[in-house]
């Protein structure tokens, strides 16, 4: 399976973005899912995860700001994200939440926070 996220742009702190995960194959049998990111000088972070239930956990830097979801009739999954800060700019990439069944990375969408 193929991921490709896009949805990124420049925002102005505080406001928001919704980023969209799109797969080339079925999501529905990989039970959890996440968004990652990765700052530039930084290393890549697990930023929110989604299971096939649609039970979901957020890193304490962005939890009560963003929201995880995932529709597997449509292979896909999103990030809404809100109350954006400077400290959110980052490349924002998709994948399975475990390591073990990560697909390719693909290119990510950059995401840019003005202060």
């Known amino acids: 399976v193929q991921l490709q996220a896009s949805g990124g742009g420049l925002v102005q702190a505080g406001g928001f973005l919704r980023l969209s995960c799109a797969a080339s194959g079925s999501i529905s049998s990989i039970n959890a899912m996440a968004w990652y990111r990765q700052a530039p000088g930084k290393q890549r972070e697990l930023v929110a995860t989604?299971?096939?239930?649609?039970?979901?956990g957020y890193s304490d830097s962005v939890k009560g700001r963003f929201t995880i979801s995932r529709d597997n009739a449509k292979n896909t999954m999103y990030l809404q994200m809100v109350s954006l800060k400077p400290e959110d700019t980052a490349v924002y990439y998709c994948n399975a939440a475990s390591p073990a069944i990560h697909c390719p990375w693909g290119q990510g969408t950059l995401v840019t926070v003005s202060s």
């Open positions: 989604i299971n096939r239930r649609g039970g979901t």
